[in-house]
């Protein structure tokens, strides 16, 4: 049973920083799985905002790229998600989510449509 767990969100005024988590259980090969983070606005579709392919190489979407980073610790089976100048277009409830298939090159839109994904996490940006 595959359980994403999110944590860290908040709230913040615009230009400051925060770091999601997202702990996986239930995967036992979370080193080669793709994965990422996507977002919901009131109101809007989901937008894919960052991921990690199969081999671990990272895309992002278009605005937040040079603001966000992904990374994720295999060892703790944690993906992260390091924002930092946020904007209060950055507002939603974040998902992280994981695939077990061999993926490479994905792109931010694909994480929405990825097979697991958590609770989600609210950001607010003031």
């Known amino acids: 049973h595959v359980q994403l767990v999110e944590s860290g969100g908040g709230s913040v005024q615009a230009g400051g920083s925060l770091t999601l988590s997202c702990t996986v259980s239930?995967?036992?090969?979370?080193?080669?799985?793709?994965m990422g983070w996507f977002r919901q606005a009131a109101g809007k579709e989901r937008e894919g905002v960052a991921g990690l392919d199969s081999d671990s190489s990272p895309t992002y979407a278009d605005s937040v790229r040079g603001r966000f980073t992904i990374s994720k610790d295999n060892d703790k089976k944690t993906l992260y998600l390091q924002m930092n100048n946020l904007q209060p277009e950055d507002t939603g409830v974040y998902y992280c989510?994981?695939?077990?298939?061999?993926?490479?090159?994905?792109?931010?839109?694909?994480?929405?449509?990825?097979?697991?994904r958590g609770q989600g996490t609210q950001v607010t940006v003031s």
């Open positions: 989510a994981i695939d077990g298939r061999y993926m490479k090159d994905i792109q931010p839109q694909d994480v929405p449509r990825f097979a697991y």
């Open positions: 239930g995967y036992t090969l979370f080193s080669t799985y793709c």
